[in-house]
T-cell receptor
Framework: AQKVTQAQTEISVVEKEDVTLDCVYETRDTTYYLFWYKQPPSGELVFLIRRNSFDEQNEISGRYSWNFQKSTSSFNFTITASQVVDSAVYFCALSEAGTSYDKVIFGPGTSLSVIP | GAGVSQSPSNKVTEKGKDVELRCDPISGHTALYWYRQSLGQGLEFLIYFQGNSAPDKSGLPSDRFSAERTGGSVSTLTIQRTQQEDSAVYLC????????????FGPGTRLTVL
């Protein structure tokens, strides 16, 4: 069965600190997608990244970077030099080829607070 | 262009009443999703529509929940005989082609069942 675990329920950091949000997933499928979404206090979820299971290259986008490791079934998200605007709930998600990728399973989310 | 819209933004109802929640996806998006987000919880998948295919209803929690999508566009999620445990934020999302592509989320409908 699909499962996404985000063990960190809440994290608080001081502005400009780096922070890593952990995501561990379970799947029996060899082909799948992994996602990160951000839900700011305004409420609307915003897509951040999608990775397919065949691409383990780390990705960097500005202050954001993602570390995908199939060996540990992890897809961690790091924010460098955090800012107050990064305060949000971050969700990791998984979809499998077995469900035609249509059924997206979200983790419980990690609430990040960046303190000025 | 316009994003995903949902109405109403807030709905307060009494236990036992039926409610209808509406979602207008982004024009041209073939895939539409409904999720439920309870307080402090993640997103619970409810139902998925893709084009004219039969919807994936595997996430609907009970037969009191149903959804339809008319003309491949607007969708309505109906909850019959509401219970207090149905209180949550109901989120709708659409994507261009489904199949794991980026989802665009609406602002949600906050449902409170008294």
């Amino acid at each position: 069965a699909q499962k996404v675990t985000q063990a960190q329920t809440e994290i608080s950091v001081v502005e400009k600190e780096d922070v890593t949000l952990d995501c561990v997933y379970e799947t029996r499928d060899t082909t799948y997608y992994l996602f990160w979404y951000k839900q700011p206090p305004s409420g609307e979820l915003v897509f951040l990244i999608r990775r397919n299971s065949f691409d383990e290259q780390n990705e960097i986008s500005g202050r954001y970077s993602w570390n995908f490791q199939k060996s540990t079934s992890s897809f961690n998200f790091t924010i460098t030099a955090s800012q107050v605007v990064d305060s949000a709930v971050y969700f990791c998600a998984l979809s499998e080829a077995g469900t035609s990728y249509d059924k997206v399973i979200f983790g419980p989310g990690t609430s990040l607070s960046v303190i000025p | 262009g316009a994003g995903v819209s949902q109405s109403p933004s807030n709905k307060v109802t009494e236990k036992g009443k039926d409610v209808e929640l509406r979602c207008d996806p982004i024009s041209g998006h073939t895939a539409l999703y409904w999720y439920r987000q309870s307080l402090g919880q993640g997103l619970e998948f409810l139902i998925y529509f893709q084009g004219n295919s039969a919807p994936d209803k595997s996430g609907l929690p009970s037969d009191r929940f149903s959804a339809e999508r008319t003309g491949g566009s607007v969708s309505t999620l109906t909850i019959q005989r509401t219970q207090q445990e149905d209180s949550a934020v109901y989120l709708c999302a659409s994507s261009l082609v489904g199949g794991g592509s980026e989802q665009f989320f609406g602002p949600g409908t906050r449902l409170t069942v008294l």
